[in-house]
């Protein structure tokens, strides 16, 4: 008989535990570990959450070793926390419960490429580097830009998005189909190439933001797009926080077709220019991008730069130099970074988060965000992908300080409160994981009923990353 390593209870089973991790040294030797090192690095590394390491990792290099693994585990009721690089906000890959953590990096074929129907597949592990740099040569790329290096199969399951989302849209809308192991081990693969279908439920939007707590993604079709004939970057600056907001809601509401528009408040500039040496103004920026024909290019430049001397801006600098245009952006992607180093210092912990609300709310959510930072003495730049709503905040804790950690969870929970109360979310692209989850229930009521339903129908085991999203998971 087999013995299970969570009991009814919840408890763990350390005689069925130690069953399947043997099982599992067995058929992977080399490519399984205990050693805690590898364990606490495949635990949560980005945020200031606890971190909490997995019992065992396996690095599985296909869909059907993923496969076994999950059925040796499932056999033994042992937690599975799929691993993609290990860039998630929120505690996607804790083990709360311990288990087994599948490392999918190794997982990094691109497997077609179908350049005519403007699409392609790839395994998991592939990060979105990788397959921009592999289809570049062919006037192709791929727009999902979180900023860091995140590999596909993570973005999907926690329905990234970013800079060019704007345009482009998340990866809800840039899924084509994939690839999941469900918790039981088999194997499902959902939809077809065809641009549009009306046969039956749409499971690969189910996965898609799942968090790897309904299956774990292994392959991934993704739609691709052609490489703009002309790129434009700029920035241009505001003297308050509420004219860059407005300036970026009439940018969207006027139709111009930008493809990035990006916010940073003064603090933030602050910490990109001493971190990337631009020299900008320390006011709030924003932080802009155009793609299209020459003339279109600069017919959006022109539209932008006449909002944005209606609203107070600045002079709007453009950069039509690749070199100019990547130092740009590279200075946006590494503010994380560059706002550590407002405040050094080993007891120092960054805690990024987002929400998302009607762009025509955005000013109203940022303003008094900031405000609340401000008020309660706080390190706490904005930064944002204001053309959709979407903005992040960025605060330096001292972990050591238990009356600074109350007042930074306070300005957080008022910060996702605020959100939902002004008909938005509290995550717009950073996912639940084990930060979000208590917010859940304002925001969802008593649709978090009918995700209970659906979790308990798909891991009646609750082996599948648990103690994620769902408030009592």
Known sequence: MVVSALRNDGARDEVALGAALDLLQERFGSRFTRGL????????????????????????????????????????????????????????VNAPKGGVSIDLSQMNKIVAVHAEDLDCTVEAGVTRIQLNNFIRDQGLFFPIDPGADASLGGMAATRASGTNAVRYGTMRENVVRLTAVMADGSIVRTGSRAKKSSAGYDLTRLLVGSEGTLGIITEVTVRLHGLPESVAAGVCSFPTVEDACNAAILTIQSGIPIARIELGDAMMIRATNEFAKLGLPETPHLFLEFHGSPASVAEQAEQFAAIAQELNGGEFAS????????????????????????????????????????????AECVTETSADIAANGLIGPVVGHVGDGNFHTQLLIDVTNPEEIAKAEAVISRMNERAIALDGTCTGEHGVGQGKRKYLVKEHGHGLDIMRVIKGALDPLGILNPGKILPDA
């Open 37 to 92: 090192e590898i364990r606490r690095q495949h635990a949560n590394t980005t945020t200031w959450l606890p971190n909490e390491p997995a019992d065992a990792v396996v690095f599985a290099a296909s869909t059907e070793e993923v496969s076994e693994i999950v059925k040796i585990c499932a056999a033994h009721r042992v937690p599975i926390i799929p691993f993609g690089t290990g860039t998630s906000l929120e505690g996607h």
């Open 319 to 362: 950069a039509t130099r690749p070199e100019d245009r990547t130092k740009l952006w590279q200075a946006r992607h590494d503010s994380y970074f560059a706002v550590k180093g407002l405040r050094p210092g080993d007891t120092i912990q960054s805690v990024s988060t987002d929400v998302c609300v009607p762009i025509s709310r955005l």
